[in-house]
């Protein structure tokens, strides 16, 4: 049975890999990325041997996630894949993990932000010239921030603390 659930279980990880690297470069999540993740839970849920409450209960923090989401985003302080990719990671954490992934997703936003702050005081300015198109655009002045980073910092770190990746491990 693990033959299945390890495969499945892995891709939570990879794409929250591939929707970081992608917000970093082109300060955009793919709806697909988001889309997959909810279409993967469905049958990593079923394979993982968690009871159906506690799946229950991850679909009620990612609906929980996708409605706090929203309201940051309406309050413009993240962008909407951003919000996308929130919900569906909250919906593979699942609760009561969904904390320490807010939490976690808090201080790697923090720790970003302070990074790009200094990769955009100035004094960095003669290294960014050579640099690649898309960390040059992170150094510009008046730039957001690619907050789809610090989500994908924070769920990596709290995942094997979810639902399913410890109704699998035990």
Do not use: H
């Not at 917000?23 to 909810?38: E, F, V």
């Not at 309050?75 to 009561?96: E, H, Q, T, V």
């Not at 904390?99 to 290294?127: D, H, K």
């Amino acid at each position: 049975m693990q033959a299945i659930q390890i495969p499945l279980l892995l891709v939570f990880p990879a794409l929250a890999i591939v929707a970081a690297l992608k917000d970093a470069t082109s300060y955009t999540i793919p709806n697909w990325i988001s889309l997959a993740l909810i279409a993967a839970f469905v049958p990593a849920a079923a394979v993982s041997g968690a009871p159906l409450p506690a799946i229950g209960l991850c679909l009620a923090t990612g609906l929980g996630a996708l409605v706090l989401g929203m309201g940051m985003f309406a309050a413009g302080w993240i962008g909407g894949g951003d919000a996308k990719l929130f919900a569906a990671s909250a919906l593979w954490i699942g609760w009561p993990a969904a904390i320490p992934f807010m939490l976690s997703t808090g201080l790697a936003g923090g720790a970003l932000t302070m990074a790009i702050l200094a990769l955009r005081s100035g004094w960095l300015e003669p290294v960014l010239a050579g640099a690649p198109s898309w960390l040059r655009k992170l150094g510009a002045q008046g730039g957001d921030i690619p907050y789809g980073v610090a989500i994908a910092v924070g769920a990596l770190v709290t995942f094997p603390e979810g639902t399913l990746a410890a109704a699998i491990m035990t």
